[in-house]
């Protein structure tokens, strides 16, 4: 099964910027996953950020970070990036990196079988 270790996060001021990294090892060939960014505040539900399809022809955002975050995949890196523009506060959280097998693309964290360890992300004003 495929084994995912992100990196990137930190401590960043508002209107900042930081690039997520999720680095996939093992498994199937990369490039057949589905991959996706969620994140989880303190005492919230974990929330869908961004899903990339394995062919790169779909991508989703959320609308709470669209405009600002955008998410990308090397397939000859075995990697998916979030690059997170103009951070708020409100984007602090632990920000995971998930995979599917499955064609398609979703929204639901439960769709996806697959999960990293996440990197803490934290916004101050």
């Known amino acids: 099964q495929v084994q995912l270790v992100e990196s990137g996060g930190g401590l960043v001021q508002t209107g900042g910027s930081l690039r997520l990294s999720c680095a996939a090892s093992g498994g199937r060939t990369f490039s057949s996953y589905t991959m996706a960014w969620f994140r989880q505040a303190p005492g919230k539900e974990r929330e869908f950020v961004a899903a990339i399809s394995w062919s790169v022809s779909r991508t989703l955002t959320a609308d709470s970070v669209k405009g600002r975050f955008t998410m990308s995949r090397d397939n000859a890196k075995n990697t998916v990036y979030l690059q997170m523009n103009s951070l708020k506060p409100e984007d602090t959280a632990v920000y995971y990196c998930?995979?599917?097998?499955?064609?398609?693309?979703?929204?639901?964290?439960?769709?996806?079988?697959?999960w990293g360890q996440g990197t803490q992300v934290t916004v101050f004003s």
């Open positions: 998930a995979a599917d097998e499955r064609l398609g693309i979703n929204i639901a964290s439960a769709w996806y079988r697959y």
